[in-house]
């Protein structure tokens, strides 16, 4: 097949949270197909394309609509800010039409609803819109949540941008993708003939894997991982530390709590914890030693879509996993066999004590979480099944 595949960014980070899907879709593709791939780089930015793509492939430098003036522009028009305006290049309208008009495609694969507005109506014999979550949906919750009057605002414009903005870019394609039944079924109840799927995020099962753990230590460590410039995760570590942690330290004073990841400038509030039980490591390059030596890795979102790739990164490695409902979405794994699932700060807090003074059961949540992945979530047989599905939609 000849393949045109679209993202918003280079797709030559497989770790990274915006690049790790197509990242692995490219690297399926490109082995079997003619793949030609057209990204957005940031200005000074030098970018090495992944292997095996056609010589047409092209990087159109973009020069970010950011700032207060962007936004206030942006307040009064019909396109979304992040996934719209954002993104919005005249050379990238340009270049995929050009494309597109001197070349067969008989895939036009769009990564992201922020390239849905540059795949012309007649472009490649198919096209498919790679949305992965519900951005609609994730701007509603975000929209309600006490996360500041400002960004709560933002949030609400946003959202009455998407619930008619996500399901027209659609309704332009021969299929959608998502990556949890959740996140489909929002969409499908705001237009029900939207030609939606389920494909789900996956893991690298040779990267994350199970390691040696080394001896216990006298304070246990208890492990969350993500950017906390993600709204979600700044309110979930919130929420862990004023309210579920405390419960914890009640029963089990020596554990530390450790969050990984960039923390946006300034640290979240940890009132209700205890002095010294709440350390950010910040970004760290490899978060595999973290996950090997935690007792438990927790996941306490109370909002947030798709799947989450820090939940399929613990499980993987073969950690006893506590989380929410909103954390376990789309994960094809059992609640009570592959991981502990509690919504409220008593419940969380119970099946956290649970996990970490019962060696045994921790041991074998973590052998189960394992095999769920490795039969749910592993790249190379979903990167199959989107080639079945290219195959099912295109016309004989």
Known sequence: MRILFLAPFPCTQPLLPNTVR??????????????????????????????????????????????????????????????????????MFKAVGELCSGAAFDVVHCSS???????PPAAGRIKILDGVDCNARNTLQQAGFPLGIRHRFLAWVDWRKLRAYEPEQYRRFDAGLLASPQDRDFLLGINAGLPLRVLPNGVDL?????????????????????????????????????????LVLKKRPEIIFRVLGRTGGAEPATRGAAPGSVVFSGHVPDVRPYLTAAAAVVCPLRMGTGIK???????????????????????????????????????????????????????GLGVSARKAVEAGHGWESLASKLESIYEEILPV
């Open 113 to 119: 609803i922020a390239m849905a507005q540059y795949v």
């Open 22 to 91: 197509p990242f692995h879709w490219l690297k399926h593709l490109a082995r079997r197909h003619e793949v030609t791939f057209v990204c957005f780089a940031d200005p000074g930015g030098s970018v090495v394309l992944p292997a095996g793509l056609s010589s047409r492939s092209r990087v159109i430098v973009r020069r970010p609509r950011t700032g207060l003036a962007a936004r206030a522009a942006n307040l009064f028009g019909r396109r979304p800010y992040f996934l719209g305006d954002q993104f919005r290049s005249a050379e």
């Open 309 to 363: 790739n820090k939940v399929l990164e613990a499980m993987a490695m073969g950690k006893a996993v506590v989380m929410t409902p909103v954390a376990a979405e789309g994960v094809n794994a059992a609640a009570g066999k592959d991981y502990l699932c509690a919504s409220s700060a008593p419940e969380l807090a119970a099946a956290l004590l649970k996990a970490l003074s019962e060696p045994g059961l921790a041991a």
């Open 206 to 246: 040779d990267y994350f894997k199970p390691e040696r753990v080394p001896e216990p230590t006298k304070r246990p460590e208890v492990v969350f991982a993500g950017p906390l410039s993600y709204p979600p995760n700044r309110d979930a570590v919130a929420f862990f530390c004023s309210e579920v942690l405390p």
